[in-house]
């Protein structure tokens, strides 16, 4: 056994991935902030560029720069205010330096990272399909929460994601590599077909493209036969959820409600439980 080959060891490996996995969380908090904000900036200079004006001067602004610092007062966060879950619970959800308020969304997203990452690894084992799990879930949860904030899903995570899930399936870690390329192919054309329907019908737009795209990346993961399942839990819990939103918040029917995190849920619902749901429902078929 190699020096790092204890950690494979089923009694081990869950643990060693809630770890890597609320790591990971933490990293997803940057993205599901940084992202848009990088992609705004990127979408004026080019206007900018377009009028034949200078680009608006502005600090660098990526995924690693600036260093992440309290909203609040500018305090530089250092790397033991940075910890996981731990750095949260010892600074009891405050500044440390102005004692100002830390939003409860980003211990969660890492501990929903983590637990993801151990679901992984004890439902897969120490295989490339636990870690092919785990990237397919931690894009998830960001797409989810981009989508949430902003009713965006940047090309920047779904287009490599699809890449991603040919590219694992060469070796058929969840589908066929001729399924994923077919499901990559009908989920974008499926979700397609139905906003032109709807478009012609109505004369409104009834979702965006990154929803399309975020369909075929599903459909590269785990082949087409996954894709009547996942439009069908995403329209399900989308249409619980909206229903809540509209009796309990008051929510107005002219609202977006996005997508996205519906279908998002339905990914991971699939990847982990898709051939028992489908087994369970085929009968009912017959």
């Given amino acids: 056994m190699t020096s790092l080959g204890w950690l494979t060891q089923p009694a081990v490996f869950p643990w060693a991935a809630l770890a890597l996995g609320l790591c990971a969380g933490s990293f997803l908090n940057v993205v599901i902030y940084r992202l848009p904000r990088m992609l705004e900036r990127d979408w004026q200079a080019?206007?900018?560029?377009?009028?034949?004006?200078?680009?608006?001067?502005?600090?660098?602004?990526?995924?690693?720069?600036?260093?992440?610092?309290?909203?609040?007062?500018?305090?530089?966060?250092?790397?033991?205010?940075?910890?996981?879950?731990?750095?949260?619970?010892?600074?009891?959800?405050?500044?440390?330096?102005?004692?100002?308020?830390?939003?409860?969304?980003?211990?969660?997203?890492?501990?929903?990272?983590?637990?993801?990452?151990?679901?992984?690894?004890?439902?897969?084992?120490?295989?490339?399909?636990?870690?092919?799990?785990?990237?397919?879930?931690?894009?998830?949860?960001?797409?989810?929460?981009?989508?949430?904030?902003?009713?965006?899903?940047?090309?920047?995570?779904?287009?490599?994601?699809?890449?991603?899930?040919?590219?694992?399936?060469?070796?058929?870690?969840f589908a066929p590599l001729s399924a994923a390329v077919i499901g990559a192919v009908a989920g974008y054309l499926s979700l397609w077909s139905v906003y032109w329907l709807f478009k012609f019908a109505t004369g409104k737009e009834g979702m965006g493209y990154g929803d399309f795209k975020l369909l075929a990346a599903i459909g590269a993961w785990l082949g087409w036969q996954a894709l009547p399942q996942v439009i069908l839990l995403s329209s399900l819990v989308g249409a619980v959820v909206g229903i809540a939103l509209m009796t309990i918040a008051r929510r107005g029917r002219d609202n977006p409600i996005p997508f996205g995190p519906y279908l998002a849920a339905a990914g991971v619902i699939a990847i982990f439980w898709g051939p028992q749901i489908l087994q369970s429902y085929l009968p009912l078929l017959r």
């Fill in 46 to 173: 080019q206007r900018a560029e377009l009028q034949g004006q200078p680009a608006p001067a502005t600090e660098r602004y990526n995924l690693v720069v600036p260093r992440s610092r309290c909203p609040a007062c500018g305090h530089r966060i250092t790397a033991l205010e940075n910890v996981p879950l731990l750095s949260y619970a010892l600074l009891r959800g405050t500044c440390s330096a102005c004692r100002a308020k830390i939003g409860l969304r980003y211990p969660i997203v890492e501990l929903a990272a983590g637990l993801l990452a151990a679901y992984c690894a004890a439902h897969f084992g120490p295989k490339p399909a636990a870690f092919g799990a785990m990237l397919f879930g931690w894009s998830l949860v960001a797409l989810a929460l981009i989508d949430a904030d902003t009713q965006l899903l940047p090309d920047d995570i779904t287009l490599p994601l699809l890449w991603a899930g040919l590219l694992a399936n060469l070796f058929e870690t």
